[in-house]
Every structure is written in C-alpha cells, then in structure tokens.
C-alpha cells in the first residue's frame, strides 16, 4: 500500500508504524487525503463543510466512535486503542479529541457534523455538536449586535514563531515523564483493583462489569435500571461483544435487575463486600489521577495548548460594571506548525452590562449573556459557556470549555486606578483577564456542559413566571418567533436538539429492522449480499448468526441474537414514536401560548435521553452485523447555515 505522506504535516513525526499501514489508513486512505487537504493555509471553511459531507469522511468517523466507545467499555481492547491511535496520527490530531466521538449524538457524526478540534481552531468555528444548547432568540440578538464591532484580525508575530518551536523541543521530555508516571500508577492501581477483586463477592464482579458498559454508554447504574428490560439485555449483549464483560448474558440481566447483594449475607461477607468496595474505589482515584497525569504532560495535549488574554479600561460602581478592549488570542502549537508562522488573532470585545444578576456581551465571535446569583453563576455565548465566581468589574474566576479550544481556565483581576478616579463619581480600573486551554482541565470543566443546559432550562422557567406574573408586560402569547417550528428559545431549541437526536436513533433502528425482517424470509441463507450492494439477494439469519459470532458472541448469545435484536429494535422504535408525539404535543401548545405539563415533558425527555443514548451504545454492534449502506442509510440532519452564527469578517 502506499501512504499518500509519511509525516504529519507541520511536524517530523511520522505518520504510522510500517506494522500499522495495514490498517485505519488503509481503509480510509482517500477520505485522510482530503482531510489533510481541506486544511491547507488556502482552504476555507465553506470547502471543509463540503468535504465533511462526503460518504468517504462520515464513514471514517463511525468506525473513529466504535473504536472510541469500545475503549472506553473495555480499556483493556488493545484492537479499539490501535485504530484509536492510528486515527489520531493520521489525522494528526491528539487522541482526546477523537475521544469526544462517544459522547457526540450518533446522527450528528453519521452526518458529518462532527469535527476534530483542531478543525474549529483552524476556522474559528463551532460544530453542531460543540454547543450544549442551541441558541434562542436572545442569543440571536446578541449576534446580531456582535456583527457591528470589527471582524477577526490575524496578525504574524516572526520572533514568536522562533519560541513555538523552542517550546516543542521540550515536550516529548515531558511526555516521556508524564508517560512513565502515569503508567506507575496505573499499575498501582491494577495492583489494588486485584485486592479488591479477591475479596469481591459475584454480584459485585458483574455489577462492576455492568458499570464498564455503562460508562461506555454514557450512563450511570442507576440509569441503566431504569431502563426497560429489553434495552438492558441489548445493551449487555453489546458490551459482551465489545469484551466489557467474562460473565453469560442471562447472568448479567438477572444481576442489573436485582436489588440486593444475596451473596452477603453473613456479617463477614459484609466485612469483606465494604473492604472491596473501598478498595475498588482507591483504585479509580488512582486509575483517575493516572489519566490526569497522562493528559496533562501529554505532548498532543501541549500542542493544542492556548492562551488568550484580553485587557482594556473598564468601569464599576456598586458592583454595577462594563468593560471594552481587544482580546490577544495566541495559536496553538500545532497551529503554528501546520502554518509555518505564529499568527495571532485580535478579537473586539465588550461588556455594555455586568452585575451580580445579569450580565450581556458582544465580540467579533459573537454575543453572550448570563444570570448570577450574586457572586456565583453562569454565562453562555455563542462560542463558550462558563461557570464564574466573580465580583462585576473587579476579580473572577471561572471554568468552561470554548467551542472551538477546548477545557478553559480563566482569572481576572482589574484593580482600581486611583490617579484617574479620584475625581470621578465611577471607579476607572484597568487589568485584564487570562484564559488557558489545555486538555488536562477536561475533567473539571466537562460538569459545565450540564450547568449549561440548567442554566438555559432556568432562563425558559424565569419567563414563564414572569408571564403567568405580568401578562400585559411580558405579553403572554403565542411565541412570535418560531425556528424549524419549534419556539425560539434556548429551552425549546434544546428540546429540539434532543428530539433530532432521538429521531435519528430511530431511523437507524428502522433500518436494522428492515434488515432483520428480511432475513426472516430467508432464514436459510448464509450468503452476505445483503443491503450493501443493492439488488443482492437479503442476508439470512444463518449469516447474520454467522457476523454475529465473528463480532465475538459465544454461540448462544449469537443464535439468540436475531431475537433478541428484533424484540429491542421494536420495542424502542415503538416507545420512541410515543414519547416523541408526547414532546412535540408540549412543543405545539407552547408554540400557541397555551400552557403545558412541563413535569410530564421533563421525564419524557429524560426517559428518551436515556433509552437513546443505550440504543447509541448497541449500534456499535449493530451496523457490524445488521449492515445498511452506510452513512446514507442514516439520517442526514446537516443544517441550513446556523442563523445564530454571526457572519464570518476574517
């Protein structure tokens, strides 16, 4: 095979193992070729876009999320790791951001809407999964407000290049550091996950099993018993055959619906149960500090390290601020090395409002706004959210993640000048405020994304009481402004990001279904024509019984398999039809005015959430054995170009 280049570009590294061509590269050569070529300093945004529609790249990344959810079940699935990592040299991009495929909507990556964040970083752009809630209308405004001040200016600072790449010449040091110390502790931590397991009793090795899948899933054990019992053996049989679990399939059903430990029932049972739980546990906060350890010494990680910095005079009294002034946004160093030069990007922002209750901004990037409950609260703009503690004017803090950066960790401080407020009725005060980006913060900002969404759900709730409250001031009436015929609004528009994700699920379903249904009638056939090459004759269950074992199923649960699939497609297919009806009924009276049962349309959203995102979690499985033409025979929702996205003046 040849290689279309050896090295990634912009660095010496080489770009695969002479072992490894055989591979992720060999599968998806083409769609890495246009990849590298849609990001040269010539592309723009508009090209990538178009690329990202392309069979070719859509069908890479699928195949990127079943490594990526597999590892994270298993992480012991040497196989997942090496297409994991040989995904991230080709594309040449770190391997933690190829580790955010398992938490992006299915329907979204299957699409094309998903990228790397080395792509938003190039164009300063968000991809439709970054955003944990769609922007509403006031977020609209705010755009609209932003499009006045002047555009992203790029400007190339030579010496700063020359400290870009001093800097790369320290990292693999450290990442060789880092490395080794990550892997002390991680051996340590396998050393006390062994003592834990020797005094383990059964149930709590299978529920520990059980946990694995559910952390490959995205969901929690309590989550994973609530959902219904077909769910639950669909998605063990998916961990099985991603090697979550050493335990049979019924033995693991029976065990995530139980209740009670029966196997500790004497007191030094007991004894023994809380002493492997405490040890199970000191073996996770080593397995953790591990991780924390690895990502942040890790030489991908410090290469799409960033700061940014934004400074200029502001004014405060009794708390009461605003502030104007550039923000200095210095590259990453793979942006450095990819481009030849240091480029930096000069972005206008201003605060026209900050208190300890509201607060409102605009920039080149776009507008933002906030709510605080004094000191303490949150703010989403259209290209980061955060979660602040700050006094308005004077000092904050605050973590978040920016759509395009990444992790993010900021301190402001702007002290009082004196010489120019001591005859004034307002503080003058200057100062700034850093931001730092780096993969290592994920574990602490990725909670933010949930503070987020209950940020946009509390904002929805305020006007809902402020029009039961003041009708003839708020004007309590049908929504005035309506997108893709749902109220524009950052709660309703987040309802309808999670009904486009449940959607989608279900036409996938739909699609394995008809593939089930059609090798019922040709239950004797083994050959595997099948939906991939239209006009073949239908797969039979002999050969999906066949894939089914080679998927690594023992033989029972792959006989079992056409069953068990067939029952959970339907049951989810049928549920999902009833609970969307329910959402959109919510959504049309909403639409009118008219009032709603928000109680009833939060645990219908919550139950669709979970029941999804298991349905996400099996398909790894189902599309190697229940194929369809992939990823057109998935629903392709790319948007129109967002109306929230202000127009690009770079």
Known sequence: MTVYTTTVPGTQRPLLRPREEAGFVARHAEAIRLYHRSLEPSATAEGFHAFSRSPQYRAMLLDVRAAVVARRSNRHNTKADLIVSQAAEALGVPTSDLERLADAPLYLVASGDWRPRAVNVRFLERNASSRPVPAGRVQDALNRLSTHLPGVKTYSVPLLYNCYLEAATVLPALDAVGKRFSYELTKAADVVRGWSDALATDVQKRLREIGAMG???GLRMRALRRLPATDQRAVILAGRALGAASSDLDTLVNTVRAKDDAGASSLHRRFARWSSTALAGLSSVLESLAHFVHHTTDEDAWRTFAIHFQTGPGIEKFLIATRAGPILMFP???QALREGKANVRVVVK???????FVSASVSSRGG???FRAGPVGASMTNFEHEVKFNLPGIFGLSLGEDYAYGPMLAFGYSPKMDAISWRLPVNVRG????????EGLRPLTDPTRHTAEVFANSFELAQRVLADVFPRVTGKHAHRSIRRGWPNSEYWQHVRRKVERVAG????????LEVLRAASEHAGTVGHGAPEKPGARPMGTAAIVERARSCGLSANEAARFPEIATEYLESFAKDALRDLAIVERAGQRAKAGEGYNRPI??????RLEGRTKAFEYCDTLFRKILPVPEPAGLPDRRPERRPDAPPSKR
């Open 215 to 217: 952390h490959g899933a």
């Open 431 to 438: 100062g700034g405020q850093l931001k730092i980006y780096h």
């Open 505 to 512: 699920a279900y036409r996938a379903a739909e699609l394995r």
């Open 368 to 370: 933002g706004w906030g």
């Open 332 to 334: 990453t160093l793979e």
């Open 601 to 606: 349309l939060m645990n219908t959203l919550k």
């Open 350 to 356: 201003a605060n026209p409002l900050d208190t300890l």
